[in-house]
């Protein structure tokens, strides 16, 4: 039987391991080194900028020693009103025009990642696909995580309708989901939203890569009395301990919403704990060609200002 670890201490709302389960000895690490990341998928919407996936994706795949693979999606061309109504001998200007255009495009995203890839020294590949291409999710199924940012809903982006949602519901793989502009290159406080249902238990588990490699990670438990069974005699101490037998630096938070939605209870610890990353499951499904989904998931999926890891 397993040896009892040394008792969790209180510290008000936050429960911290004690230092049997935080020393990261050799089993620990070699635990962690088992759980690494082999390949990164990052896709670059060719009509926003890229530069925070780009940066964020390389430097995990620089700490990680992960091979990099950028999916670049050719937006439409933008056309001018004259093109719009080309006829004849005109058509094939418009085509070189819009051709040459893309070009420039891409070059431009391109550039950045080859950037990326030299200053980070890791290996990389890119590909480059029309937005319009069916097999566009396939190239996230091979991955150990996937890089993308949510759309901005004040401007165009070349990602087919629904793309993000398709990604983190379907897929079957991990997703960082950056919000527009974001600046982030680094994931060393992570808050872990935790509910002791199935898709948390799966986010953990694929985040392990880079829990066991932060500075510190904090398990959130709110309204713990909704999921008694689940959650156990002591909300969150189980996930700290599993956690800190791989070497984690966990600490647990128990918080009441107080009737506020748990979504923004989420963000706004996050905000206080000056997350990096947040890792928390995803709720939802398909429904009229329509994504539908929970309303934790859709409050962060919506309004997270930091880098977000959302499995299923």
Known sequence: MDTPPRALSSQGDVTTT????????????????????GEIVVFVDGQSVASGSLELAGELAREHGAHLTG????PLPAST????????????GVIDSHRAQLERIEASHRAFFD????????????????????????????????????PDPAGQTAGPPGFVESLVLTSGRPVIVLPPGST????????????????????????LPLLVRADVVEVLVVDSERHRTAHGQEPGADIARYLARH????????????????????LSQAAAFRTDLVVMGAYGHSHMNEWIFGGVTRTVLRDADLPVLMSR
Do not use: C, Q
């Open 18 to 37: 004690g230092d049997s389960l935080s020393e990261r000895d050799g089993l620990t690490m070699t635990a962690a080194a088992l759980a690494g990341l």
């Open 81 to 92: 009103p004259p093109e719009m109504f080309a006829r004849g001998k005109g058509i094939p």
């Open 247 to 266: 070497g984690v630096k966990v600490e647990v938070r128990r918080l009441s919403s107080g009737g506020e939605s748990v979504g923004r209870v989420l």
């Open 115 to 150: 950037d990326v890839v030299w200053r980070h020294g890791i290996r990389s590949e890119w590909r480059s696909v029309s937005y319009f291409s069916e097999d566009l999710e396939v190239h996230s199924h091979y991955a150990d995580l996937v890089v993308v940012t949510r």
């Open 71 to 74: 999916v670049f999606m050719r």
């Open 184 to 207: 982030t290159s680094r994931a060393r406080r992570i808050l872990v939203g935790w509910n002791a249902g199935r898709e948390a238990v799966r986010a953990v588990a694929d985040s």
